[in-house]
């Protein structure tokens, strides 16, 4: 088994989204999208569907019975954390009274030990506890992440207050000594040690870990184990977690374990989950992941079969698994400062999860093929609709992945154009302009202005997709030791003065993927992928064209075009397929925005013979 | 056997490199050092070894004994047209009036019925065409183009003369009803045809085509067939040229015919020579070269020897192969209007055959291996000294390449910054400004400034190392039909005026070559070129490094820093070998130019799993 040392930890910091004021042309826009459309349009079906009454009705300010199903609490309390994120960008009045209006809701349908959970109220009352499959520390994990964000967003208690009530009702019902559990969908592992975080109490991580431990010794309860060909491992209960080999079950829940787990080592200086993180990342990358990053394949458990199993057409790959993706790969990036976690952020944010949503904001997918016939399409809203919740608070959060403070100054772990402004160990105030049109280019200006010059290191991620760049620091080429380039990261330790500027420009030629010869659907075929940018080609494009009936040769040229009239302004891929007639790539993100019809990521190869092998 | 058609050929026109002025960093540098130290050195050296001398001695103004090899006679005719080129740029009084004395010298030594060769009328003047390696032809070709040079640069007719009268005396001597002669160093045929431009006699290309026609019939004679081991196939001799299907025999002779059966087909219009050239350009390109652009492995031979035998150690890739492989495809590009002929031109441009001459221009290497132990240096001159005097023509006149004429417009086949002008075939005069700092830049600004605006075709060439690039033509995307892209070019069609402009950015990242698998020395092992420049590592740049001891990930990211400093301006690459030490690689053409030490340009690769093969 890996044994993984303190002394490869790196324990950077984050520094918040609020920090950080993102200027550019690619996610600026969808986040006053997200906040004209897609936040009112996830209250207003949690309103339509009940899922807000259900708080009245729990706490007897409405008559009625409890409707839809016993985790649909948790999607108040997502999109709630999604407004107190937009809050935070923006202070908005209407925005903020309706939110107050529903964390009252929230706060009568408390019951008088802290217990929350509407299901078990309206419904089973005497029932709770007995079914590790009822969400009901999912639920409440998310009531946690929503009430840090609120009262970080407006300073008011109220939900913080509700959540730490429910914290301390589970603290005292379970723990070492007191009743055995473990939670089929994790979430509050995560949630808890945020909780920490806003607190300081130290019981509220204590927990958290505690009910990691729990897994894998036979405590889980209920109904999931009627269905025995799921077992154990669906819900991350067949092993210790510290034993973990390899990726199982349900993908959001695992990937939401990891990230507790990844939680619990930055809080607790315990590296016993070290090797399991690390073992269990490689073989989710390596072998289970797609190219989009989209992760479990099957809808069977909305989760993780046999490596290697990656089927296109029939991929399920959750919007939600996208998004839990970079929450883990972005704590394992700070834990370790290695820029291969920062590479699956990225991956992440610009195909598997940010396909999840239509360019209008109001449509969403649960589901991501990287291949459709055309019977595949957006919706408004699910019966379980996590998805839609999670990315209502994801993308307002997005400014986050962008920086981190490091022992000795500053990691760049993503490129988009904005200003921040941090505060390195050593005290000294910095401000950060970052100038850039990424995704589209690969050139990148970095000004750093300290409010006091000095020596620090500013490490600038070279993404795992490029193989080539050029830096300079302050005009000049970097070159020799200061320019050590390690776990991803190239490293500019120099005297810095305000305005001294990073130039980075990293080689972002389009890329012809072949995939593991190991994963059977890709055998023959070829994805394109520009920078972090995988491309899809679809039928609006090519009404002539069959499902499956183009070929793409390897060789052939591609030219680059962005379009903003395309799409809401994509560069796109254009070149002759192995027949010499003209196509189209767009970015997968995008895929089905237009008149339906079919999608493929990966394209049949047109064998050709050449000079040299590229 | 392939049959091509008139209706696949072009026939652009050549755009003479007296229209096109080189303002780059790359080229004009170098044009300087061409002028200034290597067509003076070349001229002492042919002083010095008595060269010059012989034509002294066989006109009778100088007593003495032929000196030297029968075919020295040559590299006095090359210089000239160096120094002719070289006037053509900038007019020089004390080069020209050192010319006219050593053209009087020339003129001394034509014999009264216009034979010229020093060597027999000195040595052995019963002999003369009794052996067809003799060369006497050879030198002759040499004069002729020296001769058509100097006229164009001077208008001085007197050298232009004495090529007449010995190509008269050819004519005269040789030919359909008379004797028959196949000479056993090509040259003499391109450059008949050449005569046959400067003066519209069309009795001189007839006789080039019927000397190319002579080949293969057994009509060769001489010394030659008493080297068994070379046979007929070693001068060409051995099938009719219009049957070629193999390269064969010593490579500068091989190219050589193939540039004349070009021309041939340019002044004739006769489409009898396409097959074969377009079968032994497969076979030479496809097979027999380096990725240098060398051709001709064997020292033996001076030649080819199996397909795919490509040794990088014992490389011979003589200087003047690299050059003549620029004399040919150049021919080619203008005939078929393809880009993959100018790639070759390109390659050779930017490696096999710049890498002949020093950084500061006074050495030469004749042979020019891939890997090199540390024993192999350049020097000032050689007893067979025809690879410095090909460089002095060579150089001063490469702006010939970089556009040409179309029917419907112009061709963009190389990149190189500077101004032009040229006569549309419509008669428009259109200015052009080329801006780019190519080869260390993908990023080419065209200004076209037509003399009347109107609608043509402006083709620019998509080099076959780039795989993805941009291209806006007046600011806007160009796409559509308006941008088709047919045998590697792209051709945008639209109306022009004064100062349009086509922006055209190639991705140009660092790519990782990998030799066809039937090339043994090359397996497991990796080159890297950026753009057209191949690279190498050198032992100057590692002193504690062992030959051969280096290894190298295909996925190592690597730091692309362009260095003034270094090597007369190159852009170098450096990162991190299989063992995590830090390397540099400089380009190959720049090698033997510091302290000396080996030079490699396969490495052997590192195996390393990835996550997605690229």
Known sequence: MTTVQQSELRNWHEVPFTRVKMTDMFWRPRLEILKKVTLPACLAKCEETGRIDNFAKAGGLLEGEFEGIYFNDSDVYKVLEGVAYSLMLERDAALE???????????????????????????????????????????????????????????????????????????????????????????????????????????????????????????????????????????QDDVPVREIEQVTGHAVRAMYLYSGMADAVHVSGDTAYLGALQRVWSHTVERNMYVTGGIGPSHHNEGFTEDFDLPNESAYCETCAAIAMVFWNHRMNLLFGDGKYADVVEREMYNGALAGISLKGDRFFYVNPLASKGDHHRVPWFDTSCCPTNLARFLPSIGQYVYARTAAGIAVNQYIQGEAELTLENGTAVQLKQRTSFPWSGTVELEVSPETSGVFTVQMRVPGWCRSYRVQAGGEWVSGVEALEERGYLSIERHWSKGDTVLLELDMPVERIRAREEVQANVGRIALQRGPVVYCIEQADHPGLSYDEMTLSAYGKLRVEHREDLLGGVTALQGTDGNGKPYRFVPYYAWDNREPGFMQVWIREKEEERLYKY
């Open 97 to 235: 009274g309706e939110a107050d209006r529903i964390i009252e809701l929230i706060a009568a349908a408390q019951e008088p030990d802290g217990y929350l959970t509407t299901y078990y109220t309206l419904v089973a009352p005497e029932s709770k506890w007995s079914d590790m499959e009822k969400h009901e520390m999912y639920n409440g994990g998310h009531l946690i992440e929503a009430a840090v964000a609120y009262y970080e967003a407006t300073g008011k208690r109220q939900l913080l207050d509700v959540a730490c009530r429910l914290a301390d009702h589970y603290d005292r019902t379970f723990g070492p000594g007191k009743r055995h559990w473990v939670e089929g969908h994790e979430e509050i592992e995560l949630a808890l040690i945020k909780l920490y975080r806003a607190t300081g109490e130290d019981r509220y991580w204590r927990l958290a870990y505690w009910l990691m431990e729990e897994r894998g010794h036979g405590h889980g309860v209920g109904a999931i184990w009627e269905k025995p060909e799921w077992g154990p491992a669906y819900c």
